[in-house]
């Protein structure tokens, strides 16, 4: 018992010096019966576990701090990270990630902000690249037409051949999912509708996560009523994200999983900083909330639904 204490003490003490948590704050959750967690860091009991099925461990923000990074997850209860690729080199060091970290896996594929490097034709890189075990999906793939070429000073017509390009590597990654019997994460952004009717010919043979959801609860049911899932980040948390809320809200608890989009989207009280998949703790504890439904039921959903959706998660 008196290790015990001293054990707690000293976490106490690191976690001071870590955050700006006051002796009050601390001493206010050490009295609290529910297991008090602290900026990424979880002290006494387990708590329930969950998946970060959506971050990118490989942009430069984590670089150097892989281990710090994932450590701190494992510390916060989150079991398993999915590193999301964005384009070749990004999908190796996704790869590359899964290989050096037992809980980390990878997704691979072409961002579609990031068509225009693609190859001609990525099917044949793409049937490379999940051939590793540790490579549990295609992703993030998808349309976005919230940022065009002339935002940036481009053309119109530049814009058009943008827009056709993500649609050619988009349904080209499609194929490859189809064919190998892949789900895959799909990006949109101001793009619902074409983003959807692209998906919808794959869709007896694919599934999707239709990640970092922000569209209406009808835009969600339409993704669940073709078999797919949606997916929630720290947005979930912003006072102002009170529609995004009431999506949540409307999707039955096996259709959904959680995810941080780090180094992205901080969720309370991090808003504006970096995130990391730690935070997957704040958002859990957000959607338990407007679910109403307790931390345990919402673990056990959702690790649940990610291990049936990802290939060989567990
Ligand atoms: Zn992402």
Redesign the pocket.
Known sequence: MGLLIVLFFGVELKLLKETSTSWAELKENDKREETPYIGGQVIGQAMPEFYDT???LDFPSFREEEEIVVGRAADAGISRIVT?G?ELESSLRAIDLAKRFEGVFAAVGW?PSDCLGAPEDVRADLERLVKHPKVVAI??IGIDHYRLPSMSGGSVSEDEAFKARQITVFRQQLEVAATLGLNV?V?QRAAFDTCLAIFEPFADRVRGVF??FVNEPLAAQRVIELGSLVSFTGICTYKNAGEVRETLASVPLDKLML?T?AP?LAPVPFRGKRCEPAHVREISQMVAETLGVDLEVLSKATCATARAFFRGLD
């Open positions: 959506h971050a990118h999301i964005t961002h992703g993030e994460v990006h990640h970092c995810e989009d992205f």
